[in-house]
């Protein structure tokens, strides 16, 4: 039977958990969890036996429930650049430091579009890139062209703005025990069995102004790589959660709170609330409305 708890922003307030982290997430990432982790940390469990987040972005839920991991952190996206940032924050950052610090240096609108234009191939060189552009693109906002797979987000009129040494050092530590690869997340989920936490944050479908005609989306934010992220994903995925639960594994998973995605979970609960949107627009058919439907969907075993 379909188990749907219909709550809404003013009724669910549950019991903080003890174990959560204080480190932040090194990267802005346009729908991260931060802000919403009071909400997110309570439906995970005390006790981990392996993590996995397959579309890792900023990794706040990570950053948040690391201590609460006994064994391995599974993280891993589609993007290399963004994952180029953190296997270099794990593995490289007394080489990194010093190539942030010439981004730095060299910090102007027209230095942003230069370094837009151009893809270094070599992990710590990418990284940095990743990082600087990230650190003043608009809105932190990270788009590919479909056809080329060029990063094309304007400049955004702010500063770039390191990381200090100590804040890199924490993230370091807490990096130490994890595994980290570009990743589909079919590929990312295999490995999980009973006893293991899964996270999983994926791209928003779009909104569509008039559903009659699909045409004109409202939010075209399942673009950061350029493979989008469609319905027949969201699908496949929604079977992979099913499965998940038949192995006892623990899933949760963050979404837009519509029809169509509660349908998709007829066996899992469903926490529904409203989330404020501070993003500026450029366009009003390319952002989210400042008032936004959300879900937190949770699997248990079965």
Same mark, same amino acid.
């Given at each position: 039977?379909?188990?749907f708890a219909r709550?809404?922003?003013? $009724?669910?307030?549950?019991?903080?958990?003890?174990?959560?982290? +204080?480190?932040?997430?090194?990267?802005?990432?346009?729908?991260?969890?931060?802000?919403?982790?009071?909400?997110?940390?309570?439906?995970?469990?005390? =006790? &981990?036996?392996? #993590? #996995?987040?397959?579309?890792?972005?900023?990794?706040?839920?990570?950053?948040?429930?690391?201590?609460?991991?006994?064994? +391995?952190?599974?993280?891993?996206?589609?993007?290399?650049?963004?994952?180029?940032?953190?296997?270099?924050?794990?593995?490289?950052?007394?080489?990194?430091?010093?190539?942030? /610090?010439?981004?730095?240096?060299?910090?102007?609108? $027209?230095?942003?579009?230069? =370094?837009?234009?151009?893809?270094?191939?070599?992990? %710590? $060189?990418?990284?940095?890139?990743?990082?600087? %552009?990230?650190?003043?693109?608009?809105?932190?906002?990270?788009?590919?062209?479909?056809?080329?797979?060029?990063?094309?987000?304007?400049?955004?009129?702010?500063?770039?703005?390191? %990381?200090?040494?100590?804040?890199?050092?924490? &993230?370091?530590?807490?990096?130490?025990?994890?595994?980290?690869?570009? @990743?589909?997340?079919?590929?990312? %989920?295999?490995? @999980?069995?009973?006893? /293991?936490?899964? *996270?999983?944050?994926?791209? *928003?479908?779009?909104?569509?102004?008039?559903?009659?005609?699909?045409?004109?989306? +409202?939010? !075209?934010?399942?673009?950061?790589?350029?493979?989008?992220?469609?319905?027949?994903?969201?699908?496949?995925?929604? /079977?992979?959660?099913?499965?998940?639960?038949? !192995?006892?594994?623990?899933?949760?998973?963050?979404?837009?709170?519509?029809?169509?995605?509660?349908?998709?979970?007829?066996?899992?609960?469903?926490?529904?609330?409203? @989330?404020?949107?501070?993003?500026?627009?450029?366009?009003?058919?390319?952002? $989210?409305?400042? !008032?936004?439907?959300?879900? &937190?969907?949770v699997g248990r075993?079965?």
């Amino acid at each position: 039977m379909a188990r749907f708890a219909r709550l809404t922003i003013d $009724e669910y307030s549950p019991s903080a958990p003890t174990e959560v982290s +204080t480190s932040k997430p090194f990267i802005r990432w346009v729908g991260g969890k931060t802000r919403l982790l009071p909400r997110l940390v309570p439906h995970i469990p005390a =006790v &981990i036996k392996d #993590y #996995y987040e397959p579309f890792l972005g900023g990794g706040a839920v990570f950053f948040a429930c690391a201590p609460r991991v006994s064994g +391995t952190s599974h993280l891993a996206d589609l993007n290399e650049h963004l994952i180029a940032a953190w296997v270099s924050m794990r593995d490289h950052q007394a080489e990194l430091r010093p190539m942030l /610090d010439w981004y730095l240096a060299n910090d102007s609108k $027209e230095f942003y579009y230069s =370094v837009r234009s151009t893809v270094p191939s070599m992990l %710590l $060189e990418k990284a940095a890139r990743f990082l600087y %552009l990230n650190g003043v693109s608009w809105n932190h906002l990270w788009r590919e062209n479909s056809r080329t797979g060029a990063m094309n987000v304007p400049w955004g009129d702010r500063r770039f703005k390191r %990381l200090d040494d100590e804040a890199m050092s924490n &993230i370091g530590r807490l990096l130490e025990r994890t595994e980290i690869t570009v @990743a589909d997340f079919r590929e990312a %989920l295999k490995g @999980a069995s009973e006893g /293991d936490f899964v *996270y999983l944050d994926p791209p *928003y479908l779009p909104v569509f102004s008039r559903p009659d005609i699909e045409k004109e989306p +409202t939010a !075209k934010f399942n673009k950061y790589t350029a493979k989008t992220f469609e319905l027949p994903d969201l699908v496949e995925l929604a /079977d992979i959660c099913a499965e998940l639960s038949r !192995k006892g594994v623990n899933w949760v998973m963050s979404n837009r709170d519509v029809e169509a995605v509660r349908d998709l979970f007829p066996n899992a609960e469903i926490f529904r609330f409203t @989330a404020h949107r501070a993003l500026a627009a450029q366009s009003r058919r390319e952002v $989210e409305a400042h !008032k936004s439907p959300e879900a &937190i969907i949770v699997g248990r075993p079965i």
